[in-house]
């Protein structure tokens, strides 16, 4: 027995080995724009790598940049993390810029594959333009900030400040040659065996990084960060703030529908999530929310179309102006505003033509129903007699003789009486 229990000791000894040794280096991407999302699923795998015991980190990146406060946020948890960790700029025709260039030069190791760019860093404010002496200050605020991370990791701090007050970009070959990044790498083999044997200090001490046999494991967003991270696209947010608006006036306009009007409410409240991450002039919200009301206006003001028409030209202005922004990952794509502009006005023209036909529909029921309803006379009306009415015997009176047998038709309702003429 005893025999028998030390085998297994040994044997579940060995297993947890081998399994910590091919599950040692954690692999994260990152791609697209830098926002809130990216910066808790960085956090989350350094966090996790940590509790695991992984021997690196490696985040393989692909951004045109992104929000300030994610990315420090992201470099915070760098520094802060007890597993090393690589950024590598690849594949080729990838590029690590503005936020993604901050990032990439606080990780341990900074490498890039051939025909990928670093840089560009300068400092891009969202929303409302500050004056000269604001924007001064947010680019001294940045280059006293890459500098200090320059430092730490020993990169050339002259070529990183130009990176931020002259948007400065370089090729992989230029950033190794000025010594912004540490090597390059064709793919992810030489780059694991570049870094085999390479030191890398945490706490005060310099430890050797043993990667032989270690196996790649990737981790990829979770189900609920890869909806917020798709919500977060200025295209999806502009699309859900349009389908929420729709719900509310298809909701307004036909009260009671009730589907339109929650899944309005839910467009709404993801759009409104979204926007805080993005560029928004709410200028451009108010006008388009401004367009709904001219819509819903037409349906119950006599305007010849000019309600209609301004609506229209309060949507299109308002889509233009909804985010304020010089980098294009923080626009919306206008062919796609052209074709909701166009969608959204044609939905608007059916309901506003359905609601006006309503409105100058006969009425079916009560007097008003029966006036211009075609009959016959049921008896002699000189000047009083019975007719019938759709489906019905009245008593009816008439200016004119009726014999019977004649069709009429109702011009008035008194009472129970109507007031009838030949046909």
């Known amino acids: 027995m005893k025999i028998a229990a030390l085998v297994f000791v040994i044997s579940l000894a060995i297993a947890t080995v081998c399994y910590a040794e091919q599950a040692s280096i954690r692999l994260v991407s990152v791609t697209g724009p830098i926002n809130p999302v990216t910066a808790g699923y960085l956090a989350r795998n350094l966090q996790e790598s940590a509790r695991q015991g992984d021997k690196l980190v490696l985040v393989e990146m692909d951004t045109p940049g992104g929000l300030d406060n994610s990315m420090r946020s992201i470099v915070k948890d760098i520094f802060a993390s007890s597993v090393p960790v690589v950024v590598y700029v690849a594949p080729t025709g990838s590029r690590a810029a503005s936020a993604g260039a901050v990032i990439a030069i606080a ?3 900074c490498v890039m594959a051939p025909g990928t760019a670093i840089g560009a860093a300068h400092p891009v404010t969202i929303g409302q333009k500050p004056d000269t002496v604001m924007q001064e200050k947010m680019v001294n605020d940045m280059l006293a900030y890459v500098e200090g991370i320059a430092v730490e990791r020993g990169r050339n701090t002259v070529i990183i400040r130009q990176m931020v007050s002259k948007s400065l970009s370089l090729s992989a070959e230029k950033a190794l040659a000025e010594k912004v990044i540490d090597f390059l790498a064709v793919d992810r083999t030489e780059l694991l065996q570049k870094l085999n044997g390479k030191n890398v200090r945490r706490g005060g001490v310099s430890l050797v990084l043993d990667l032989a046999g270690a196996k790649v494991v990737r981790h990829e967003m979770t189900t609920r960060e ?9 295209n999806v947010a502009y699309v859900l703030m349009m389908l929420g608006f729709l719900g509310l006036f298809f909701e307004l306009s036909t009260p009671g529908a009730i589907l339109p009007g929650v899944i309005g409410g839910i467009s709404l409240i993801l759009a409104f999530f979204a926007f805080q991450t993005l560029p928004v002039n709410y200028a451009g919200v108010l006008l388009i929310l401004l367009a709904l009301i ?4 037409e ?7 000019m309600l209609t028409v301004g609506g229209i030209l309060a949507m299109t202005l308002g889509s233009i102006l909804l985010f304020d922004s010089p980098e294009p990952y923080l626009k ?7 074709t909701t502009v166009l969608l959204v006005t044609g939905l608007a023209f ?17 007097k008003e129903g029966l006036i211009g309803e075609k009959g016959y006379a049921d008896s002699d009306i000189m000047p009083e007699g019975k007719v019938f009415v759709r489906g019905e015997y009245w008593n009816a009176w008439s200016d004119q003789p009726v014999s019977r047998g004649e069709k009429i038709f109702v011009v008035a309702v008194e009472g129970l009486m109507v007031k009838v003429e030949k046909m």
């Open 350 to 366: 059916f309901v506003i033509r359905k609601a006006i036909s309503a409105h100058r529909r006969k009425p079916f029921s009560g």
């Open 226 to 234: 890869k909806i917020l991270d798709i919500i977060g696209d200025p």
């Open 299 to 305: 349906i119950k003001i006599v305007s010849h179309g």
């Open 107 to 109: 990780a341990d190791f």
């Open 332 to 338: 919306v794509s206008l062919s796609l505003i052209v």
């Open 294 to 297: 001219l819509f819903i206006a």
